[in-house]
């Protein structure tokens, strides 16, 4: 394909032919007007795609800049047998945005220095009985009938002697 940039002036500053291969080579090696004509071609509908994801258009836009930022180091192992260049931003889209959206529930699920603190008080005060069925609760993610058996306790015992305000995991 010949791709023809202009400068602000719409005066043509470059005309380059580019086959698809030598647009794909050439933006692996860091083209500027290679990667000009990927993201010519590609933003709008990968916008789209990242934007269904989070459902936010300036982070959308944010992570669509950071993918092309990166784009020569995310294609120097692209594989053109194995699929064409839209389908592989499609994925590194895909994995850019869910990438986001884990770090941001790390940061929402961190609980503060005063936080952790009052809950490390609050287990440390607890019978080793309480530990224990607080730890195969909720750190190890075992239900509460799990925990009678493992126990060798009722159900109801546990409840009793581990009143605590929050619902047990049921099957």
Not at 48 to 75: M, T
Not at 145 to 158: C, P, Q, W
């Amino acid at each position: 394909m010949a791709h023809v940039l202009y400068n602000k002036r719409k005066k043509a500053i470059s005309t380059t032919l580019y086959t698809r291969k030598n647009v794909i080579a050439s933006t692996s090696k860091g083209d500027a007007n290679a990667i000009s004509i990927v993201f010519d071609t590609y933003s709008q509908p990968l916008l789209g795609y990242i934007f269904k994801i989070l459902g936010n258009k300036s982070i959308s836009e944010d992570i669509l800049i950071s993918i092309f930022r990166h784009l020569p180091a995310l294609l120097t192992n692209y594989n053109e047998k194995g699929r064409d260049l839209f389908t592989t931003l499609i994925n590194i889209s895909r994995n850019y945005a869910v990438d986001f959206l884990i770090e941001k529930n790390n940061r929402e699920s961190m609980l503060s220095d005063l936080q952790q603190q009052k809950v490390a008080t609050y287990i440390y005060e607890l019978s080793l009985f309480q530990r224990t069925v607080y730890a195969l609760l909720y750190i190890r993610g075992y239900d509460i009938n799990e925990v009678s058996a493992i126990l060798n306790v009722s159900v109801k015992f546990i409840k009793l002697r581990f009143k605590l305000l929050h619902k047990y995991p049921e099957n």
